[in-house]
Antibody, heavy 122, light 111 residues
Framework: EVQLLESGGDLVQPGGSLRLSCTASGFTFSDYGMTWVRQAPGKGLEWVSMIYKNSLGTNYAESVKGRFTISRDNSKNTLYLQMNTLRVEDTALYYC???????????????WGQGALVTVSS | QSVLTQPPSVSGAPGQRVTISCTGSSFNIGAGYDVHWYQQPLGAAPKLLIYGSTRRPSGVPDRFSGSKSGTSASLAITGLQAEDEADYYCQSYDNTLSAYVFGSGTKVTVL
């Protein structure tokens, strides 16, 4: 059974930093791309970042580019999101998800964690 | 404002058929990228419902079906049930943004 468990969510002041982790089990982690998607309170889903298998490439939403860094440790089956220079508008539930598909037709996200809450407030 | 536009809400009585539209552009759906659909019940994580525009993951009832034409896609739910009450999101890739994009979301209410 595929399981994704996020951790690291917290209350942080504007301008601060936080690192989220997502521990995966139930599949060969190194064989798949992984992604972060966030959802602000009462709002819709917003894609944040994606990392391809074996860290062959990464991409980011414009709203987080230059502030957030996605990475992975395949030996630990863990995905990370380093978030710097946090803003109030980054407040959201952050989901990690397993990616499936390909570059030609696009990727979809077939398994999701339960989310980690990040609150940016003074 | 979302790149993919969905109606804010749709509703139907139990047993009825409802459809949710997802309108994009020539930079995403119209460029040939697949459309995927997710179901998110209140307070729960999203769940993949349709992938590759028309395919259902194992375990998803065949009451759910997807289609795609031109710059738009649709999700149909037939035989509406109380448990189908949830928010539904479409998702694709946009080549001008170089980003994965979600629709604005549609709340389905079972009357």
């Amino acid at each position: 059974e595929v399981q994704l468990l996020e951790s690291g969510g917290d209350l942080v002041q504007p301008g601060g930093s936080l690192r989220l982790s997502c521990t995966a089990s139930g599949f060969t982690f190194s064989d798949y791309g992984m992604t972060w998607v966030r959802q602000a309170p009462g709002k819709g889903l917003e894609w944040v970042s994606m990392i391809y298998k074996n860290s062959l490439g990464t991409n980011y939403a414009e709203s987080v580019k230059g502030r957030f860094t996605i990475s992975r440790d395949n030996s630990k089956n863990t995905l990370y999101l380093q978030m710097n220079t946090l803003r109030v508008e980054d407040t959201a539930l952050y989901y990690c998800a397993k990616a499936q598909g390909g570059i030609v037709q696009g990727w979809h996200f077939d398994y999701w964690g339960q989310g980690a809450l990040v609150t940016v407030s003074s | 404002q979302s790149v993919l536009t969905q109606p804010p809400s749709v509703s139907g009585a139990p047993g009825q058929r409802v459809t949710i539209s997802c309108t994009g552009s020539s930079f995403n759906i119209g460029a040939g990228y697949d459309v995927h659909w997710y179901q998110q019940p209140l307070g729960a994580a999203p769940k993949l419902l349709i992938y590759g525009s028309t395919r259902r993951p194992s375990g998803v009832p065949d009451r759910f079906s997807g289609s795609k034409s031109g710059t738009s896609a649709s999700l149909a739910i037939t035989g509406l049930q109380a448990e189908d009450e949830a928010d539904y999101y479409c998702q694709s890739y946009d080549n001008t943004l170089s980003a994965y994009v979600f629709g604005s979301g549609t709340k389905v209410t079972v009357l």
